[in-house]
């Protein structure tokens, strides 16, 4: 089963991915968020947050090589989340100031990558961030984010059993 997950920030999305794998013991928890900063507190406390709350068992990794991970796993997989994956490839890419002919057969080859990743024989629930829901980003990085960040969704969905959008903390079954 592939089930995606999305909703606003602080929507409950994540809280409900880890829901589906709450009673399994084996769990590879894929966290994409970069590594925080010493400087900054914020994104510090919220990766705490987030390690803190994953049970003891799950085996967690960090990293931004979906394909690889998913292709290596033997169990149920969670991966939260695709638009902080999206934001590290960005930044790795240089792209948010860069056109996206400099940048943008690379990323396009990456989420190629990751959807046939996702065709693997394992349960895997991902988490996202739903974008669209408001007014257009007045910068260019906003729309870049948001622009990419809804096909990626739109491809992932694509291939997942089930879609969840998660709204104010309550799940609502889009597809599957």
């Not at 829901?19 to 900054?40: H, K, M, N, Q, R």
């Not at 940048?103 to 990456?110: A, F, K, M, P, Q």
């Not at 990085?141 to 969840?164: H, K, M, P, S, Y």
Request: a negative charge; proline letters at 3%.
């Amino acid at each position: 089963m592939k089930t995606l997950i999305t909703g606003g920030i602080r929507s409950g999305k994540s809280d409900y991915a880890e829901s589906l794998f709450a009673d399994l013991d084996s769990v590879t928890y894929i966290a994409t968020g970069a590594v925080p900063e010493a400087s900054d507190a914020d994104w510090s406390a919220r990766i705490a947050a987030h390690r803190a709350g994953r049970p003891t068992a799950w085996t967690t990794i960090e990293t931004t090589d979906l394909p690889t991970a998913l292709n290596e796993a033997t169990g149920p997989v969670l991966i939260d989340s695709l638009g902080t994956w999206l934001t590290a490839r960005l930044d790795a890419l240089a792209a948010w100031d860069a056109p996206e002919e400099k940048w943008g057969l690379e990323l396009r080859t990456e989420v190629t990558e990751l959807v046939a990743a996702l065709r693997s024989g394992v349960d895997i629930a991902l988490v996202s961030e739903e974008v669209g829901m408001s007014v257009v980003s007045s910068n260019r990085a906003g729309r870049v984010f948001a622009d990419w960040l809804g096909r990626i969704n739109q491809e992932v969905a694509t291939v997942c059993d089930r879609v969840v959008l998660v709204v104010a903390g309550q799940p609502l079954v889009v597809k599957g």
